[in-house]
């Protein structure tokens, strides 16, 4: 697989001015139609944030406080104020992701799992935010069809099986959250002070 989608350039004065040490990575919101989404994308968000140099607040500790406090709904999770949230978890910043597409899908010729995230990375201490950015991937990427017409209709119909009945969207979104999330890619995080390269970027 290789890289697909390219940002605009962004600003990252405040990221860099207020020096997070500590995430919360709040459950997605899933836009998408596959239930999957959420708990895939999540499962995946933490390590590069992780191998960038910060400390991420566990997943199950996350999950089973909202849950003890009646919250399971990602979309009522991002509306719990942040002065709320640094206060329950004590993160420097949030993490905000949204699942825009998640998925197998059959195009008569061709069939792809892909998956689009984009996420918001707010200041817990002033609600600002520190960054943003979309990343996506595809499980054709780097694909080369043949065989003329009957063979990539009989390809597709292949793929679109072995797509939906082994989840490949998930591998698929651990590449689109890992280029989403990991430090020193064009516009990405920046690295937080567990790195070495912390403060070079």
């Not at 990375?121 to 054709?140: F, M, N, R, V, Y």
Request: glycine share 8%.
């Amino acid at each position: 697989m290789t890289a697909c989608t390219t940002a605009p350039k962004i600003d990252r004065t405040a990221f860099q001015t207020a020096k997070p040490a500590s995430i919360l990575v709040l459950p997605p919101v899933n836009d998408a139609p596959d239930v999957n989404a959420t708990p895939s994308v999540l499962s995946h968000a933490t390590y590069p944030l992780a191998e960038a140099g910060y400390y991420v607040t566990p997943v199950t500790l996350v999950t089973e406080t909202f849950r003890q406090n009646g919250m399971a709904i990602p979309s009522d999770i991002h509306d719990v104020p942040y002065t709320k949230l640094r206060e329950i978890f004590g993160a420097d910043a949030a993490l905000y992701i949204k699942v825009n597409r998640y998925g197998t899908s059959y195009m008569v010729i061709s069939s792809a799992a892909v998956v689009q995230v984009q996420a918001q990375l707010i200041d817990l201490k002033t609600g600002q935010e520190l960054w943003k950015g979309q990343a996506s991937a595809s499980s054709e990427e780097g694909g080369n069809s043949g065989g003329g017409l009957a063979g990539m209709l009989i390809t597709a119909v292949i793929k679109q099986v072995i797509n939906s009945t082994t989840d490949a969207s998930h591998g698929v979104a651990g590449v689109a959250t890992s280029r989403l999330l990991a430090a020193g890619r064009p516009n990405g995080v920046l690295y937080g002070p567990r790195s070495p390269l912390y403060g070079k970027d």
